[in-house]
């Protein structure tokens, strides 16, 4: 039974390049949250989507971040242009709608960011 | 707004001795709160959950914390700790209206010394 699926896991990238995340998530789940997490921050949550349609993307840093989710079973973070200071893991993690409020998110592996 | 305090960065603890992570939260109402554990390069796992009823739930490898609405805390407890317990935990609190987000506290790291 696979989990939620992130690629890559690591990224090493210059300043200034455009940065894609990739996440795929349970299957069956409907409902997908992109997180970062940083030694100075720790867990914020960027955006959350509600079969696939972005719910709050309030905790965007800003705008050269943005988050599509075009089907049921991917979904993408891109970064452009990449800073350094954007450098940090990134999760992904799903979990059915109507267990929302009190199931367990699953969360995938992370990807690495390093932006140089 | 809801908030949680996890008061210690990192907590050492011997092997096969009791070992405690403190939580508290603030939120409006009655909370659902969770646990998570994190190895390093992995993602978040969870661990157990409060959603009502007995307010000491039991989780995974052999985890448990105890609900104190009083106190407004959710610590995490494990009668006698592995080594491989040694690992960075979250405490994270949901309000009980709809749409309201999770939110986790800045995570304990627990080092179990053999």
């Known amino acids: 039974d696979a989990g939620v699926i992130q690629s890559p896991r690591h990224e090493v990238t210059e300043m200034g390049q455009e940065v894609t995340l990739r996440c795929k998530p349970i299957?069956?789940?409907?409902?997908l949250f992109w997180y970062r997490q940083t030694m100075m921050r720790g867990l914020e949550l960027l955006i959350y989507?509600?079969?696939?349609?972005?719910?709050?993307d309030s905790g965007m840093p800003e705008d050269r971040f943005s988050a599509k989710m075009p089907n049921a079973s991917f979904s993408t973070l891109k970064i452009q242009p990449s800073e350094p200071r954007d450098s940090a893991v990134y999760f992904c993690?799903?979990?059915?709608?109507?267990?929302?409020?009190?199931?367990?998110?699953?969360f995938g592996e992370g990807s690495r960011l390093t932006v140089l | 707004a809801q908030s949680v305090a996890q008061p210690e960065d990192q907590v050492n603890v011997a092997e096969g001795n009791p070992l405690t992570v403190k939580c508290t939260y603030s939120?409006?109402?009655?909370?659902?709160l969770f646990w998570y554990v994190q190895y390093p390069n992995r993602g978040l796992q969870f661990l157990l959950k409060?959603?009502?009823?007995?307010?000491l739930v039991k989780g995974s490898y052999g985890f448990e914390a105890e609900f104190n609405k009083s106190q407004t805390s959710f610590h995490l407890k494990k009668p006698s700790a592995l080594v491989s317990d040694s690992a960075l935990y979250f405490c994270?609190?949901?309000?009980?209206?709809?749409?309201?987000?999770?939110?986790f506290g800045g995570g304990t790291r627990v080092l179990v010394k053999p």
């Open positions: 989507f509600n079969n696939n349609v972005p719910i709050d």
């Open positions: 299957s069956g789940h409907n409902s």
């Open positions: 994270a609190v949901r309000g009980r209206a709809a749409g309201n987000k999770l939110t």
């Open positions: 409060y959603i009502t009823g007995d307010n």
């Open positions: 939120v409006s109402g009655n909370p659902y």
């Open positions: 993690a799903s979990i059915t709608l109507g267990q929302q409020n009190t199931g367990e998110l699953f």
